[in-house]
């Protein structure tokens, strides 16, 4: 086992890296205690990830950089320690979980760095099974890593640093890939190990995940600009929007009102009943209303009773079918490995069903070249690294086009519109594999967009983008969604459906189990359990008053104010 810590304190951290020159982190303090869960947020390139790296040796034992300041583990120095020495006391499950999976089954991954520390056999065996219950994976410990879904693989990269049994873990986004059964099992997993006295640092995105922690940084270009109780900071709506960080529906619809709201939604229900708010004004037509007359149309994709089946495992998809029309805007949702993302690659046949036809514009896609398909049905991939491969960014827009025959002035104006669209116009000549997270996910959207498709599918397509990039992104699809392009989103993020979806599409093992409009699936608590889906909290709220209200915009325009409040 571990050896016990008490304390884990980062003092006046600096930290700059050389190639390309940048300052990544500028006096960064903090403190860690045993039994202790603290929170970091922050834009993209805020420095979070580098503070974790310091934190396990990755920098700059790993990857150069010249840093200054202390790191302390009880009072021992550890900056620049190499990180094999630390591995036994500080984890970390990255970011980018798949980096961090290579064994041909779950068991063995599991194992691995257990056997690494010198555990013996018999003890390796019960941490295995004991990591792979806290995760739920214990029913795939033989399946082969690759073969797992997104939220799957995050799991499993989670059990394999519990299995490690270190003193301090560091969550590096660990929860993004996660739907939200698996986010809640994932800190109540926290929680446990809170309890056992492990010190945790977790980097995340969404503030309602972190509110029961015991502290909250946020950074912003390398430094920590505030910090304290999660709760209490939760509310200073500036400072979120400053750090790149999506503030709490309900301390923003405080601030809209200028009172005084708990975050809890039932508690805010009250709180604003208690203010004489007792009802929401009828929506207005447009309000009601907002799925495109264009989705009424012939349809462009048409699945009949497809089901799939992986050759090292049970049935994908079970009898699906559906249309898809022009316009339309469709949230595909459903938990960790119902069965969105085989569902979603059958839609420009990069599966080809077991049973059933995929159908676009009438032709069975099963007949038509896949190259075909692909220039009416275009794919972004979760990971934009997966569809990334050319020497620059124009090189890697350009690519596609110039298959289907563009070239000269014609290829060039297609390039320059579709960087202007994605934001990336300055960025034509850079390497693609050195951009942010954000740039690549805007690159591989737009390698798709230069195709002009008809049909756009994004899974998860806000992943590893901070807030301001997931509005760019989103607004993007919005512009597009105005030309008539069809966007189909596969995600587990409750506010991009609620403020952008029309239509959803609900996966459960395998088989569709709902296809409708977003208001019928919101107000109906059987299908929300089904999907493990939580409505945010500013449509939880209208939902209370009896009305579907998508964002806090809505709810202030819907709310039946006192006079006092107007």
Sequence with gaps: ???????????????????????????????????????????????????????????????????????????????????????????????????????????????????????????IERRVAAALARVGLTDLVARDPRALSGGQKQRLAIASILAMAPAVILFDEAATDLDPVGRQELY????????????????????????????????????????????????????????????????????RLDVELPLAVEDAVEALRRLGVSRLLPATKDAASRRPAAADGPPILEVEHLSYRYA?????????????????????????GSGKT??????????????????????????????????????????????????TVADEIAFGPRNFGLAGDVLTTRVEEVLAAVGLAERRDADPFLLSKGERQRLAVATVLAMAPRVLILDEPTTGLDYPQQRQMLELLVRLRARGTTIVLATHSPWVVAEYAERVLLMHAGRLVFDGPLATFVADATLLQAAAFEPPPAMRLGLAFGRVTRTVDELVAALDLPTRLR
Excluded: W
């Excluded at 929007?241 to 529906?249: I, K, M, S, T, Y």
């Excluded at 995929?358 to 794919?379: K, W």
């Design 312 to 336: 090292d495992g049970p049935g994908a998809v079970h009898d699906v079918s559906v249309a898809i029309g022009a316009g339309e805007v469709i949230a595909l949702i459903g938990r960790n």
């Design 342 to 391: 085989t569902l979603a690659k059958h839609l420009n046949g990069l599966l080809r069903a077991t049973s059933g036809t995929v159908r676009l514009d009438g032709a069975d896609v099963a007949t038509v070249p896949l190259d075909r398909v692909a220039q009416q049905v275009g794919y972004v991939f979760q990971n934009p690294d997966d569809q990334l491969f050319a020497a």
């Design 1 to 123: 086992m571990s050896v016990a810590l008490r304390r884990l304190e980062v003092r006046a951290l600096e930290c700059r890296f050389a190639d390309p020159p940048a300052q990544a982190l500028t006096g960064v303090s903090l403190t860690v205690d045993a039994g202790e869960l603290v929170a970091i947020m922050g834009e993209s390139g805020a420095g979070k990830s580098t503070l974790l790296r310091c934190v396990n040796g990755l920098v700059p034992s790993l990857v150069p950089a010249a840093c200054e300041g202390e790191i302390l583990l009880d009072g021992a120095g550890v900056l620049g320690v190499p990180v094999g020495m630390l591995a036994g006391r500080v984890a970390m499950v990255f970011q980018d979980f798949e980096a961090q999976l290579f064994s041909t089954n779950v068991r063995l991954e599991v194992a691995f760095g257990p056997a690494q520390l010198g555990v013996a056999p018999y003890e």
């Design 188 to 255: 109540a997993t926290l929680q446990r190990l809170r309890t056992e006295g492990l010190a945790l640092v977790a980097v995340e995105h969404e503030i309602d995940p972190v509110l029961g922690a015991d502290r909250l940084y946020l950074m912003r270009a390398g430094a920590i600009v505030a910090s304290g109780p999660p709760a209490v900071l939760a509310c200073d709506v500036d400072a979120f929007l400053a750090c790149g960080v999506r503030p709490h529906d309900l301390a923003v619809l405080a601030r």
